[in-house]
Nanobody, 114 residues
Framework: QVQFVESGGGLVQPGGSLRLSCVSSGQLKYFMAWYRQTPGKDRERVASSNWAGDSLWYAESVKGRFTISRDNAQNTVYLQMDNLRPEDTAVYYC?????????WGQGTQVTVSS
């Protein structure tokens, strides 16, 4: 099964930016998504993109601040996160959409705090 490796997380102050990357062990699926999870909560989708990158979806909470993109030749998905807020603190994962692969990566921790 395909596996994902996420990177780019870290500690950032409110209002700061981070760029997450996700490399797939296989060819990206038509729809790919970024998800996030905080302790005690279900994993939620925050952004998704079709193959061409011209059909994008964002959760209301991140709309206007996050940008998803992909490089299909490099089997890589990106998430540019700007104007970060403390409530964006979570572990971020990428996976297929709408049916995620069982091969969830380890995720990358994003912590927004002053």
């Amino acid at each position: 099964q395909v596996q994902f490796v996420e990177s780019g997380g870290g500690l950032v102050q409110p209002g700061g930016s981070l760029r997450l990357s996700c490399v797939s062990s296989g060819q990206l699926k038509y729809f790919m998504a970024w998800y996030r999870q905080t302790p005690g909560k279900d994993r939620e989708r925050v952004a998704s993109s079709n193959w061409a990158g011209d059909s994008l979806w964002y959760a209301e909470s991140v709309k206007g601040r996050f940008t998803i993109s992909r490089d299909n030749a490099q089997n890589t998905v990106y998430l540019q996160m700007d104007n970060l807020r403390p409530e964006d603190t979570a572990v971020y994962y990428c996976n297929e959409f709408p049916t995620p692969s069982d091969g969830w990566g380890q995720g990358t921790q994003v912590t927004v705090s002053s």
